[in-house]
């Protein structure tokens, strides 16, 4: 497989249990917020965003939260799955900066059974 | 299908040599980006396209070139001035407007530089 991941920081959750998967961003005028999830050897694939006027934003089994207090953003996956290993990256972008998006360094999940 | 795709999977390259990544879209979308991956760091924007004929610079275009001759393609060479070119290549593409529009990304080409 691709050795992309290799040194990323891991979360190992049981199958069946909730994940929570932390980010903290550094531009504090970013206009969104997006998860991506990244299966080895592959693109990264969209999961959720949130826009930066919002707290909250739920999707099928997963939840963004967005504190700017602090700067930090949070996914959660609710009854984690095999099938939801894989490095998970925040992103941030500023709509002012003709939509370049700032990555985050990548959190891996690993879904034990 | 509609989507994004890059070719060749895997490439290799000698030292001191170019290589061109190809970039293919038919999703209609006016922009086009390159990332670069390596082990342990998010991805890095290298350069991007928001219309035909033009594109910009991104955070690490030094030993890269682009080209944007069609709406659908964004070839990226690795030049032999790219003094650690060995990483995953990422091409992406969006919708422009005058806010945020998801990104779709290609699955990847992994250059290795021998």
């Known amino acids: 497989g691709e050795s992309v991941g290799l040194h990323l920081p891991t979360l190992s959750v049981q199958e069946g249990d909730n994940s929570i998967i932390n980010c903290a961003y550094s531009?504090?005028?970013?206009?969104?917020f997006i998860w991506y999830k990244q299966e080895s050897g592959k693109g990264p694939q969209f999961i959720i965003d949130?826009?930066?006027?919002?707290d909250k934003r739920q999707g099928q089994r997963v939840t963004v939260l967005l504190n700017k207090t602090v700067k930090h953003l949070s996914l959660q996956i609710a009854a984690t799955q095999p099938g939801d290993s894989a490095v998970y990256f925040c992103?941030?972008?500023?709509?002012?900066?003709?939509?370049?998006?700032?990555f985050g360094t990548g959190t891996r999940l690993q879904v034990t059974l | 299908d509609g989507g994004i795709t890059q070719s060749p999977k895997y490439l290799f390259r000698k030292e001191g040599q170019n290589v061109t990544l190809s970039c293919e879209q038919n999703l209609n979308h006016d922009a086009m980006y390159w990332y670069r991956q390596d082990p342990g760091q998010g991805l890095r924007l290298i350069y991007y396209s928001q219309i035909v004929n033009d594109f910009q610079k991104g955070d690490i275009a030094e030993g890269y070139s682009v080209s944007r001759e069609k709406k659908e393609s964004f070839p990226l060479t690795v030049t032999s001035a790219q003094k650690n070119p060995t990483a995953f290549y990422l091409c992406?593409?969006?919708?422009?407007?005058?806010?945020?529009?998801?990104?779709?990304f290609g699955p990847g080409t992994r250059l290795t530089v021998l």
């Open positions: 992406a593409s969006s919708r422009l407007t005058s806010s945020y529009n998801e990104q779709f």
């Open positions: 949130i826009r930066s006027n919002m």
């Open positions: 992103a941030e972008i500023f709509t002012g900066t003709a939509s370049k998006l700032t």
């Open positions: 531009n504090s005028a970013s206009d969104y």
